[in-house]
């Protein structure tokens, strides 16, 4: 049975693999689409197979494999020959070959993914021969190939006649051999002749008798090499003259309707009816609305008015000729979601996101679905697929994220993806509290991310502080502000922290805030007087000043304290700078005089506050101009200030 000469070829290279070298030379056997059927888990194939090779079944699989994988995916094979089939194809039988070869490389049977390596070989080779104009120019490239390949195997040999002219002492004219055994040599003109012996024929001429034919002496007149390889390089011309046509003209019709297939679709399909990207381009537009409804919707939106079977049907044919298309099995998968079919979804999404972590709604669906069905790995996976590609789309990751985060049995997962420093964690941060239920959630994963090697960065710890500050939440907030100040600064934090100016504002609520203003300027500077101490300066302009301030939050019990300090300088102006302590989102309960005038050397000052039992739970330490009105606000100078602190007080005797 020439069907069955395949499989039997493929069990011999199975048993005897030192015959596959000899099997690559040859053609292919009659059978191969048995061997590939076998290999896509067709069971009618395997029970032909074991009846024609007396062999059992996992032995024809085993056989069928290894052919496919020495035989047909040689890296040296052709196209042809990398689809299990001949020159003289139909396309009918390329598209069967391939259908079979992308089922046995799919990860249900290939689930170890050992064999995804040959997907881009296979794939390589059906796109050199899925049309009819691509088919032709490889045809034609191949043959050009094929022919510089055997040029030079052919070559002339040349020699000079026996009993010519060198064994004469004369000049020979070399001539290509002839077929038979001697050679001819034409002396001279023949007018007659005369047999003489066995050794050849005299000519008569005359009566000249010494003119003679030596039959081992005759040659053929040789073509002139000039005329060779002027024909060699016309040869070479032409091929790229054609190689060169074939070219422009796939540029020009294919380029063109590639860029069209994903901005106008339909003018696309007029140029070329068959082309599946524009055909998946247009499905996806009728089916779906904008990008937001398609993931917020799983793209059910207006599912059941659509003529589905004609949509099913336009995507299907565009699979046919672009097997490996990840929009189009997500479409399919909508289709099949719009239609009830739960199980043919989940497959075909499946298939979608495998296939390309790009396809946005079918990650999407895999990322829900995961976290329905509470495997927290996989909807943690694809959250992080979905955000790596489409950053934009935190809104839909986030609350999976934020519950899976606030799990105590699957936090783990978001914890590892959060140690890895994605891309997305800054934003994730920012936008935690959105997506939460308790406070102390996003408390929990920046400890376990202190120790890593990704540590929380200040913006993302900033961010929480912010949250916290916004629900009001002070002593949670301050409390995370220690866990993640470093030892030596937590061994120097007081009531007031960072009062010396030593170290540059860190941007937290509970150090320093420095916003510039207009006409004046704020800064930690060296002290002139003083080498390697710092302090607070402040500089005004000429003209009118808009100070902001400079502010601190503390978080102090209720009681009495005193804020003290040191400061020099010269402010000259209706107002001069004045610090105070009050209730954030309160009133003042504690300020110091005003500072005005000149003050050539550093003197100190004090004042005393009350922090009221309620209403109070953090207060902010803040030094402002003075002024009330805009008139005032015209400053001039300069002034220092430096080792402020604040400190409990004994409450006073009851009276």
Request: proline share 6%; aromatic share 8%.
């Amino acid at each position: 049975m020439s069907g069955v000469a395949a499989i039997r070829a493929a069990v011999d290279v199975l048993l005897l693999p030192s015959r596959v070298r000899l099997l690559k030379k040859e053609p292919l056997p009659e059978g191969v689409a048995l061997v590939l059927r076998i290999a896509a888990g067709d069971g009618e194939a395997v029970r032909e197979a074991t009846a024609a090779t007396d062999k059992p079944a996992e032995t024809a699989r085993a056989a069928a494999a290894f052919f496919i994988e020495q035989i047909l995916l040689d890296p040296e094979g052709d196209s042809y020959r990398i689809l299990g089939a001949r020159s003289d194809a139909t396309t009918a039988e390329l598209r069967r070959n391939v259908a079979l070869l992308l089922k046995w490389l799919h990860p249900d049977l290939d689930q170890n993914a050992e064999r995804s390596i040959f997907a881009g070989r296979v794939t390589g080779a059906w796109n050199n021969l899925k049309t009819r104009e691509r088919r032709a120019a490889y045809d034609l490239a191949r043959s050009a190939q094929e022919a510089v390949l055997s040029r030079g195997k052919h070559r002339t040999a040349y020699t000079d006649p026996p009993n010519g002219p060198r064994d004469r002492g004369e000049t020979p004219t070399r001539y290509p051999k002839a077929a038979n055994d001697g050679t001819m040599h034409m002396q001279s003109q023949i007018t007659g002749f005369r047999a003489r012996g066995r050794r050849g024929i005299q000519l008569l001429n005359g009566g000249d008798r010494n003119r003679a034919l030596n039959m081992h002496s005759f040659e053929f007149p040789r073509a002139d090499r000039s005329t060779i390889a002027a024909g060699l390089k016309w040869l070479r011309m032409t091929l790229f003259v054609v190689l060169a046509v074939v070219l422009l003209w796939l540029i020009l019709t294919r380029s063109f309707v590639a860029y069209l297939a994903t901005t106008e679709p339909e003018a696309a399909l007029l140029l070329r009816a068959g082309d599946s990207t524009a055909l998946v381009v247009l499905a996806d537009q009728e089916f779906n609305a904008s990008d937001k409804d398609k993931v917020e919707k799983g793209g059910q939106s207006g599912a059941a008015s659509k003529p589905l079977a004609k949509l099913r049907e336009r995507v299907e044919t565009a699979l046919e000729a672009d097997p490996l298309n990840a929009r189009a099995y997500r479409l399919l998968g909508q289709l099949a979601e719009a239609e009830g079919d739960a199980a043919k979804t989940a497959k075909l999404m499946q298939t979608a996101a495998r296939l390309s972590l790009n396809e946005t709604i079918a990650v999407d669906w895999m990322m829900r679905k995961r976290f329905d069905n509470k495997d927290y790995p996989a909807a943690a996976f694809y959250a992080d697929a979905l955000l790596r590609t489409r950053p934009q789309f935190m809104d839909y990751a986030l609350p999976i994220l934020g519950r899976i985060a606030e799990n105590k049995d699957a936090k783990g997962e978001i914890e590892r993806l959060l140690a890895a420093y994605p891309p997305w964690r800054p934003q994730f941060f920012s936008m935690l509290g959105k997506a939460i239920t308790d406070a102390r959630t996003p408390l929990e994963l920046l400890l376990a991310l202190k120790d890593t090697s990704a540590p929380p960065a200040p913006p993302e710890l900033h961010a929480y502080l912010a949250f916290l500050f916004q629900h009001k939440l002070y002593d949670l907030a301050y409390y995370v502000w220690l866990q993640f100040l470093a030892p030596e600064q937590l061994a120097s934090a007081g009531f007031l922290f960072n009062g010396s100016f030593e170290s540059k504002p860190s941007g937290s609520p509970f150090d320093w805030a420095m916003p510039q203003g207009k006409g004046v300027t704020a800064d930690i500077a060296p002290r002139p007087e003083a080498g390697g101490k710092r302090a607070l300066f402040i500089e005004f302009g000429q003209g009118r000043v808009a100070f902001p301030g400079v502010s601190q939050t503390t978080v102090l019990p209720p009681g009495a304290y005193r804020l003290k300090g040191s400061f020099k300088g010269e402010v000259t102006g209706p107002r001069g700078m004045q610090w105070s302590i009050s209730c954030v989102g309160g009133a003042a309960i504690g300020a110091s005089h005003m500072f005005l005038g000149s003050y050539p050397v550093w003197r100190d000052f004090e004042f005393d506050f009350v922090v009221p039992g309620t209403g109070c739970r953090a207060q902010s330490a803040l030094l402002v101009l003075a002024a009330r009105s805009a008139s005032e606000q015209l400053v001039s100078g300069s002034i220092w200030f430096d080792e402020l602190s604040i400190s409990a007080q004994p409450a006073e005797p009851a009276k």
